[in-house]
């Protein structure tokens, strides 16, 4: 076994908490890169099902993939290469991000081969040096959109950024830039109904800057956006748990060695179990040492070298048989290592964590929407 539980009621308690923080500005629901791991189709029916404002993912395929499931919820990508399917795009309602004046020409031209306007949010890079037009050359960008939406080919529904989260000093000088950037909108004469900026964490660390709409990722997914503060603080569920069964285990005598490179050694006649779970799945290899896993209710870190296919637990003179559950991460307040002491082992963030579990892992939802 080999199971990835996703709970699907945990990730809509945590969208009812963070729209209840919002202060009545609209939620938009990001669930690229399958939902940070967690499922995109069955994360967007139960989100869609508490009546979402809007989807938010990277990418024209991933919102083609939610209209093919039946998501009627307005959807937002942000994120285009110079093939990206914008055809397709409006002939599916989907809303397109927009970062300079050839992207703007390109959906200018896929307008013209349809029967419906492109509705567009314009993206401006306030600091953090990705997606975005540059402050230099915005006033161009602006410009160019004034007269194809005078030609009736484009809708502006939006004006965005992105915080870096470097820092409240960093942070407020992007606020700030943005607060421009959108007077500059007003000063063209472009109309539009909605600003976004933050994300979870700059929703979470800064009220006053959620506009009109926040964009809630990992927050989603009852993980905290902070190193240093926990997701419980602000009200939130982890929903996933990887778990996995005990495949086999075998008694070994004292100084018997563990894995590759024999980074571990039995230091007495011991138990080992062997776990089917390796960097396949995604469990990083150089968690090896540091995470602990829980089995029958008791931790053991993972000494010998994690494989691509497996890890192996010394379990001393315990009673563990194949068979039984193996907790990789999970809901801490279950008493089970979490993705953050996972992400903690790997000098990483929990974010990756989730997001990069696959492999073999089987995904079981709990609470899906019929």
């Not at 009545?24 to 009546?51: C, F, Q, R, S």
């Not at 950024?161 to 470097?166: A, K, Y």
């Not at 931790?299 to 192996?312: G, L, T």
Request: net charge negative; proline share 3%.
């Amino acid at each position: 076994m080999r199971d990835l539980i996703i709970d699907l009621d945990a990730i809509a308690a945590n969208y009812r908490t963070m729209r209840d923080r919002a202060g009545g500005a609209k939620v938009m629901a990001v669930v690229k890169a399958n939902a940070y791991g967690h499922g995109m189709i069955e994360v967007a029916l139960k989100l869609e099902a508490e009546k979402v404002d809007f989807f938010g993912v990277a990418d024209v395929d991933e919102a083609l993939e939610l209209r093919e499931y039946g998501i009627e919820t307005p959807i937002l990508a942000w994120l285009h290469d110079p093939n990206d399917r914008f055809v397709e795009a409006l002939d599916n309602d989907i809303d397109l991000g927009i970062a300079n004046v050839e992207q703007l020409q390109r959906v200018a031209d896929a307008a013209r081969l349809t029967d419906f306007k492109a509705r567009v949010h314009l993206k401006v890079d306030t600091g953090l040096s990705r997606n975005g037009s540059t402050m230099a050359d915005w006033p161009l960008l602006l410009a160019g959109t004034k007269d194809l939406v005078e030609q009736g080919l484009v809708e502006v529904i939006g004006v965005f950024s992105h915080l870096s989260s470097t820092g409240p000093t960093e942070d407020r000088a992007q606020i700030a830039k943005f607060d421009l950037a959108v007077q500059q909108v007003r000063d063209s004469g472009l109309d539009f109904e909605l600003r976004h900026l933050t994300a979870s964490d700059g929703s979470l660390s800064y009220p006053d800057a959620h506009y009109d709409m926040v964009r809630i990722g990992v927050a989603l997914y009852g993980l905290s956006p902070f190193a240093d503060h926990h997701s419980a603080e602000y009200g939130l569920r982890p929903a996933m748990t990887a778990r996995a069964s005990v495949t086999q285990v075998k008694r070994v005598e004292a100084g018997t060695g563990i894995s590759y490179g024999y980074l571990a050694h039995a230091d007495k006649d011991s138990t080992l179990a062997l776990v089917p779970v390796g960097y396949y799945e995604g469990l990083p290899r150089n968690a090896t040492g540091k995470h602990e896993v829980s089995i029958n209710g008791k931790r053991y870190k993972i000494e010998a070298r994690i494989a691509m296919d497996q890890f192996v637990i010394n379990v001393g003179d315990d009673e563990v048989i194949a068979g039984d559950e193996v907790i990789i991460f999970g809901d801490p307040s279950a008493g089970v290592p979490s993705a953050d002491d996972l992400a903690n082992a790997c000098e990483t963030i929990n974010y990756e964590i989730v997001t990069r579990m696959g492999g073999r892992f089987k995904r079981t939802y709990l609470g899906s929407v019929e």
